[in-house]
């Protein structure tokens, strides 16, 4: 008894102690789990979607296909599938006749780095690339067969990801070579979609010559803007390979693809970073982007939020069986009638069925009968009119 | 009710440990089989067909099916939705060099070709033809869906079903091609998902895109169809067969060498078998020339020899079974090796008893004419042929002026089908059932009128020309050596594509060549050269005009000057000189 009471005190004094520690940061630990709640909440978005656009047709605009092709890879890398992901190519580079490497497209002089890979899905090609399939497929309104690959099923918890990559200038963009799409039609284009609850936040990026002017007449919130040039400015090329023989990238993705290639699903980095990418010593260009519209600091929104997908975990401790006896699953199946004679394949080159296949005859003649009741009529007027003693003239 | 619950009880007790047996039973309803044939060609090139077959025990248009194993459940409710009998999807890359090469086991034209036969339950063929289109479209990543009525025909002797059929009303049938359609890693991509074991395993380990898109004659298809479930044929399975065909070149691949092992055509080796496959086999054509012995030697040493008849003249072949387990004992991985024996003498070189070749003919950009000639080398039988032609509706046909000669004479055709174009509705369509005589070469000339299309109508690359698809070749051609019946499930895949009537003939499909032709094609920059010139005249001349007619003049009083005038005019009146 004298050596268990000094250890329940003992405890008893522990207890005490743990109690009135717990007190006194109680609160600080429940703000730290809140902080740490608020953290998990917010973005606000709960999924992520993608649309990479190439406008430029013809071999010497491999870069532009390149530059499309390294941020799809990156954004696959960083988690978004391929069925969030809508990538629009509009002249094909990898087999192309004029390839030396057939099914590649590479990024780096020297062959380093083919962004074609091997699991890749070109969801608009070719001459599907106008600016019509464009802008239904931001808006939504497209015709119903169109499948689902080739939609943008975003909601309103969506962040999406706009690039853009060509030929452009002060205000607009060509698509193809034979048609533009304008600074204006664009961002009417973003206010229909905010006016449908099509996305919660929005990242433009655009690589084109004077790319700047063309987020200069957004005015939907939350959206993000960046261009490789400033209005009046060139984007250049990054580097030739004498192999292929034309520019394999532009600098301004080639900077933002060696950028990319740094962030990991789970890193840190902010849009702060991806301002600084390209300066004008490396760009030749002047790198430009626009916050005004949204409404969260840049400081504070993570590269993955747009580049990278969410994917929320829920951790459940109980158990589910997957259990063998699903009895009554199968035995719906219908049981089958047989056929009473046997089934037979069709002849390939059915000769003689062929040749008596008689064409339905589509035309209408007259019957004879009328025609020739009409030349007897026509004859009787005639002979009627001017005398029966002409017939020996006739004849 | 109490005696109905008792008997419910009694069904499901009943139904319970049956339809796990039934269960365990259904699950083995379908079935895959895998091949990959190499043959090597006369000309030093290699032709690897890849053929993978899910066969499925079951009645897809019946009944509501929702569990899917081998099948791909994007294709299982594809046919169940839209009522399909049969479906034929190609997406060719190159042409197939029948003249060089040989009879192919199964061609393509260049682009997309689709050819479906729909149930005769389906009441709106054209809509059903429209959104499958689509739906594939968007499975295959091609542009499918630029299929419409102005590419789309409806052959009435050519295309037969190739499964089971119980009529053949045509008007079920649509056939379309695109020639224009590039194949590329994208549609390589979702053609390897479809399979069971994806690219992991089993044969499609050395479908690399890299190696397969490097070649002279690349062509994936999917062909799904009702096939007999058993000898008896009573009752119907339907079988899904995905094969990809592949011609290495024997410069660019092969570095000049005749000698092929499966690392040097794909950078890869066979190492495991799909678990999923009941069977999985390769087979590499080792048939004789000339009846000699043979040139040609395998390594490693083949599991088995097979000998078939393929296309009517006997073949040999060395047979690698990866399921059985000798083959991997030594090794794990397995490259199979060709080599020949002795240098191959060129004007060895077999030709074909049928081949074909089509060409555009004319010159100016208002007429032309096409030209196709067709070879018949057999020494003493003749044999019909059908020729499909489609050709697009800005090409003008005209029927008066087509001639088929054969040997100097005219050879006029047992059927003929002639469907005329509508402009921007429905392409031409002809379809002729000619005789080839023994030993000969049939001409066929029609001649054509280029139309000029409205500018809007204009692809943005009209320069590159317009693509007219290959028309198509159907025969029976007559074999060397009868065929025999035989047993579907135990011969090899590539002997069993066409169901074959009588031994004495066999059923080929040949495609000519796609032609490329050049529209009158408009200045696209002639609008914007016109409305500069017209805006600086009107700018200049009637500007002028308006300027001196509307202008009105009125004195101007001079103004006062500004600051730095006032003090130079005080200045100045002091130095007395006149001011300003």
């Not at chain 2, 794909?266 to 390769?282: H, N």
């Amino acid at each position: 008894m004298a050596a268990a009471v000094p250890g329940v005190s003992w405890a008893r004094g522990a207890v005490a102690v743990l109690l009135l520690l717990l007190g006194c940061c109680g609160p600080e630990l429940a703000g730290g789990l809140q902080d740490q709640a608020e953290q998990f909440f917010r973005s606000g978005h709960t999924n992520n979607w993608a649309v990479l656009v190439c406008t430029s047709r013809f071999w010497f605009n491999y870069r532009h296909v390149a530059n499309t092709l390294s941020v799809y890879r990156s954004v696959k890398r960083l988690g978004i599938p391929d069925s969030h992901i809508v990538l629009m190519l509009a002249d094909d580079m990898a087999c192309n006749p004029r390839n030396p490497k057939p099914a590649t497209v590479f990024s780096h002089k020297n062959m380093e780095l083919n962004v074609y890979g091997d699991d890749v899905e070109v969801d608009y090609r070719s001459y599907e690339v106008t600016v019509e399939n464009f802008l239904r497929v931001l808006t939504g309104r497209i015709p119903p067969s169109t499948p689902r690959s080739k939609r943008l099923l975003s909601d309103d918890r969506s962040n999406i990801l706009i690039y853009m990559t060509g030929h452009g200038g002060n205000g607009f963009l060509k698509f193809q070579d034979s048609e533009e799409i304008t600074n204006v039609e664009l961002a009417d284009a973003f206010e229909q979609m905010w006016q449908k609850r099509r996305y919660n936040e929005l990242l433009f990026i655009i690589d084109t010559c004077q790319g700047a002017s063309m987020y200069e007449r957004f005015y939907s919130p939350n959206i993000m803007a960046l261009a490789s040039s400033q209005v009046g400015e060139d984007s250049l090329s990054h580097q030739p390979d004498l192999a292929i023989g034309v520019h394999l990238m532009d600098r301004y993705t080639f900077y933002v693809l060696e950028f990319l290639e740094e962030i990991h699903p789970a890193s840190q980095t902010n849009m702060n970073d991806l301002f600084q990418v390209c300066p004008k010593s490396l760009c030749v260009s002047t790198p430009g982007h626009r916050t005004d519209l949204f409404q969260r600091d840049p400081q504070n929104v993570l590269i993955t939020d747009f580049f990278g997908s969410v994917r929320k975990v829920e951790i459940t401790t109980e158990t589910v069986s997957l259990d063998r006896e699903v009895a009554g699953f199968e035995s719906k199946f219908p049981e089958e009638e047989l056929a009473t004679e046997p089934l037979k394949y069709a002849e390939q080159l059915p000769v003689a069925q062929i040749i008596h296949q008689k064409p339905k005859p589509k035309d209408w003649h007259p019957p004879g009968g009328f025609i020739l009741g009409l030349w007897a009529l026509i004859i009787m007027v005639f002979f009627k009119t001017y005398g029966i003693k002409h017939m020996k003239h006739v004849f | 009710g109490g005696m109905a619950a008792a008997a419910l009880l009694l069904l499901l007790v009943a139904a319970g440990p049956g339809a796990g047996r039934a269960g365990s039973e259904r699950e083995r309803l379908d079935a895959l089989r895998e091949e990959l044939l190499l043959s090597p060609l006369p000309t030093g090139d290699v032709a690897a067909t890849f053929q993978f077959r899910t066969r499925w025990d079951a009645d897809l248009q019946r009944g509501a099916v929702s569990h899917y194993r081998l099948f791909p459940k994007a294709l299982g409710r594809l046919v169940a939705a839209l009522g399909v009998r049969e479906l034929h999807l190609a997406l060719t890359q190159g042409f197939w060099r029948t003249r060089y090469w040989g009879q192919p086991p199964l061609q393509a034209p260049a682009g997309a070709e689709l050819w479906v036969w729909f149930q005769p339950t389906v009441t709106d063929v054209d809509k059903a033809w429209k959104e499958l289109s689509n739906i594939l479209s968007g499975i295959f990543c091609a542009s499918l869906n630029f299929i419409d009525s102005t590419n789309t025909v409806i052959p009435t002797a050519s295309f037969k079903p190739l499964g089971l059929a119980n009529g053949t009303d045509h008007h079920l049938l649509r056939y379309a091609v695109l020639p224009r359609e590039v194949v590329c890693t994208e549609n390589l991509t979702p053609w390897k998902k479809l399979l069971p074991c994806g690219s992991k395993a089993g044969l499609a380990v050395l479908l690399k895109a890299e190696r397969l898109f490097h070649s002279s004659y690349h062509s994936q298809a999917v062909h799904i169809r009702p096939v007999c479930r058993d000898a008896s044929c009573l009752a119907v399975s339907w079988e899904l067969r995905q094969t990809l065909t592949v011609v290495f070149d024997f410069f660019s691949s092969g570095q000049g060498k005749k000698d092929w092992s499966l690392f040097k055509m794909f950078s890869r080796t066979l190492t495991d078998t799909c678990p999923l496959a009941s069977q999985s086999k390769v087979y590499v054509d080792i048939s004789p020339k000339n009846k000699e012995k043979e040139l040609l030697e395998v390594s490693p040493p083949p599991t088995s020899v097979h000998e078939a008849i393929v296309q009517g003249d006997k073949k040999t072949y060395a047979v690698y079974d990866l399921l059985s387990p000798s083959l991997f004992n030594t090794s794990r991985s397995l490259n199979v090796q060709l080599k020949w024996k002795r240098p191959q003498d060129s004007s060895e070189m077999p030709i074909p008893t049928l081949h074909a070749q089509r060409y555009v003919g004319g010159y100016g950009l208002q007429t032309g004419e096409i030209c196709t000639l067709i070879y018949n080398t057999h020494p003493y039988r003749a044999f019909p042929v059908i020729l499909l032609e489609t050709v697009p509706w800005y090409l003008r046909l005209y029927v008066h002026t087509l001639t088929i000669i054969t040997k100097g004479k005219e050879n006029k055709p047992s059927y003929i089908h002639y469907q005329p174009a509508q402009d921007r509705r429905r392409p031409h369509l002809l379809e002729m059932l000619i005789q080839l005589p023994a030993n000969s070469v049939t001409k066929i000339t029609i001649q054509f009128e280029r139309a000029l299309l409205k500018w809007t109508e204009y692809p943005p690359d009209p320069n590159h020309g317009f693509y007219v698809g290959s028309s198509v070749l159907s025969a029976l051609v007559p074999s060397v050596t009868a065929m025999k019946d035989m047993d579907v499930e135990q011969s090899p895949l590539f002997t069993s594509l066409f169901p074959s009537s009588d031994g004495s003939s066999y059923f080929v499909r040949l495609y000519t060549e796609p032609l490329l032709v050049n529209l009158p094609t408009p200045d696209f920059s002639m609008p914007y050269n016109v409305i500069c010139l017209t805006c600086t005249v009107v700018a200049v001349c009637y500007g002028s005009f308006y300027n001196l007619l509307t202008r009105t003049f009125h004195v101007e009083e001079p103004s006062r000057g500004g600051l730095a005038k006032r003090l130079a005019n005080v200045i100045r009146k002091f130095r007395g000189v006149p001011l300003l």
